[in-house]
């Protein structure tokens, strides 16, 4: 009687954890497209995110190209074993060190045979996101392509150590045309701008590079005058 209950239990947990799945969104910290190998499977059309579902097990290999020609061993920029947790939505990237990073993880789970019903038992999947769906934010700061936060200061600190507005000014372009930025990132620049016409410049230069568009509107608060935050009002409604 013992055995066939411990033989019940073993096939309930196998079975059970047979339904469920994990998804990984994969980018890299700069934007630029990219291929994937991911256990010796090929997602070789380039593009600046992969999204790769129905996920089983944890430890998986995966290799990622930087987008050239084609995948080719020269332009390897991460290989190696990564762990994916079972009944997540994870969230990743390649940070500028050529590591892989999660930097979020959503429960997300569902029924194997793609149903929309919940019929799994598994304790991953008492919450499943097909029955209660779980609401991603898409925006979460550009899924980590903002600056660091330690960079982030040294590039402040470099700010106000110049004594004159253009240089700041040359600083923070030469920072927007290699980093991401969130807008109250933004603001902070801005503030250690003297001239609301440097400001004003250098917010229209910075919306292309704002990770978080939907909270530009933070970045008026850096503008002492109405008009400037009149002109940059107009000058977004007609450049989005």
Request: aromatic content about 14%.
């Amino acid at each position: 009687m013992k055995k066939s209950f411990l033989i019940l239990a073993i096939l309930f947990i196998s079975t059970g954890y047979s339904f469920c799945f994990s998804s990984l969104n994969l980018s890299i910290h700069d934007g630029r497209s990219f291929y994937i190998l991911f256990d010796n499977v090929p997602y070789s059309t380039p593009a600046p995110e992969m999204s790769i579902e129905q996920i089983t097990g944890e430890k998986h290999f995966i290799k990622v190209f930087s987008d050239n020609n084609s995948p080719a061993l020269n332009n390897v920029i991460f290989s190696d074993y990564i762990y994916i947790p079972d009944g997540f939505i994870v969230f990743a990237v390649i940070d500028e060190y050529n590591k892989f990073l999660i930097y979020k993880k959503i429960t997300f789970n569902h029924s194997f045979t793609g149903s929309h019903k919940c019929t799994c038992n598994c304790e991953c999947c008492k919450n499943c996101t097909v029955c209660n769906p779980a609401k991603i934010n898409e925006n979460d700061e550009c899924k980590y392509s903002v600056i660091r936060e330690d960079n982030f200061n040294t590039l402040k600190n470099s700010i106000t150590s110049k004594s004159f507005e253009n240089t700041k000014k040359d600083i923070i372009i030469t920072a927007l045309d290699e980093n991401y930025f969130s807008a109250a990132q933004i603001k902070e620049l801005l503030n250690l701008l003297s001239f609301e016409s440097t400001k004003l410049e250098t917010a229209k230069y910075s919306y292309k590079k704002i990770c978080d568009k939907q909270n530009f509107s933070v970045v008026y608060d850096a503008f002492q005058f109405e008009s400037s935050v009149n002109a940059l009002s107009e000058w977004l409604r007609n450049n989005r």
